[in-house]
Nanobody, 115 residues
Framework: QVLLVESGGGLVQAGGSLRLSCVVS????????MGWYRQAPGKEREMVAT???????NYAVSMQDRFTISRGSAKNTVHLQMNTLKPEDTAVYYC?????????WGQGTQVTVSS
């Protein structure tokens, strides 16, 4: 069973930073994509950033200047560095893994940005 566990969410003032982390149970091999999505209250879930097993990254246009996705030294870990946070970044952030034509999701971590 593949499990994804996120950490690093919390409450921060506008302009501040947070770093989210996600650990996937077990080791990863082959071709896969890890990423972060978010869902704000009353809104649809949206892609924030993804990174492939080869290191190729993709960002939502509105976040690419403030957020950085990276893999940890352990290949089953992915981070999301979020800078210059805005109140509109408030959402539940989900880690995701696409592997062997299947998608896996974490439980999510709450990020709240106060004005």
């Amino acid at each position: 069973q593949v499990l994804l566990v996120e950490s690093g969410g919390g409450l921060v003032q506008a302009g501040g930073s947070l770093r989210l982390s996600c650990v996937v149970s077990g080791s990863l091999s082959g071709v896969y994509t890890m990423g972060w999505y978010r869902q704000a209250p009353g809104k649809e879930r949206e892609m924030v950033a993804t990174i492939t097993s080869s290191g190729r990254t993709n960002y939502a246009v509105s976040m690419q200047d403030r957020f950085t996705i990276s893999r940890g030294s352990a290949k089953n870990t992915v981070h999301l560095q979020m800078n210059t946070l805005k109140p509109e970044d408030t959402a539940v952030y989900y880690c995701t893994l696409a592997l062997s034509l299947r998608s896996y999701w974490g439980q999510g971590t709450q990020v709240t940005v106060s004005s």
